[in-house]
């Protein structure tokens, strides 16, 4: 089945650690996006990527750093996390040419 | 002034009734727009786009486009409680590469 998926799911860690979050998607989409939401708050898009080798910065400045090797894969590193990095990390993608996004589960970060 | 405006809400609306979300943006070249709802702890869900002013309708939702007035609405007929959700505008911009999203109108569907 088609679909975008995101691990972990909930991940509380220390100050200080690097930390990835996984996002990878079965749907061929070339296109796909990094977002972070606060609870009750905006959508902030951090990062996008048009395909593999491509990645852009996003509207929202963010410590973290992305790379797309594979065209199903979009990793968000942070290399050291701290306690304002805490927030729902959500994972989107579209088709080359449309911007019908389709979102992930999410990741909720706990930096502690 | 923010790129997608919505109102936050809460619009109540009683189970059965029409429930009327609107959003306006500033963007003139902007040709795509979408509407997500988000349950509260979980990621949005694609449930309408539109491309060309005048209506489109999908079962119980309806979204309406004015390029002119720069704002598209959403109308959700016979309300459900399970409609009780953050509905989130989604505007692409005139470069084409991304979506704004505004900052979503809470509704509660009351039985």
């Known amino acids: 089945e088609a679909d975008i998926y995101q691990t972990p799911r909930y991940l509380v860690i220390g100050t200080g650690k690097k930390i990835t979050l996984e996002c990878s998607q079965t749907?061929?989409?070339?296109?796909m996006y990094w977002y972070q939401q606060d609870p009750g708050m905006e959508l902030h898009l951090i990062h996008y990527?048009?395909?593999?080798?491509?990645?852009e910065k996003g509207d929202l400045s963010s410590e973290s750093t992305v790379s797309r090797i594979r065209t199903e894969h979009f990793p968000l590193t942070l290399e050291s996390a701290r306690p304002s990095h805490t927030s729902q990390y959500l994972c989107?993608?579209?088709?080359?040419?449309?911007?019908?996004?389709?979102f992930g589960p999410g990741t909720r970060l706990t930096v502690l | 002034q923010k790129e997608v405006e919505q109102n936050s809400g809460p619009l109540s609306v009683p189970e059965g009734a029409i429930a009327s979300l609107n959003c306006t943006y500033s963007?003139?070249?902007?040709?795509?727009f979408f509407w997500y709802r988000q349950y509260s702890g979980k990621s949005p869900e694609l449930i309408m786009s539109?491309?060309?002013?005048g209506d489109k309708e999908d079962g119980r939702f309806t979204a309406q486009l004015n390029k002119a007035s720069q704002y598209v609405s959403l109308l959700i007929r016979d309300s459900q409680p399970s409609d009780s959700a953050t509905y989130l505008c989604?505007?692409?911009?005139?470069?084409?590469?991304?979506?704004?999203f505004g900052g979503g109108t809470r509704v509660l569907v009351k039985p």
């Open positions: 989107a993608s579209s088709v080359a040419g449309r911007n019908e996004q389709f």
């Open positions: 749907m061929g989409h070339d296109k």
């Open positions: 990527s048009y395909g593999v080798n491509s990645t």
């Open positions: 963007d003139r070249g902007s040709q795509s």
């Open positions: 539109i491309y060309s002013n």
């Open positions: 989604a505007v692409e911009g005139s470069a084409g590469n991304k979506l704004t």
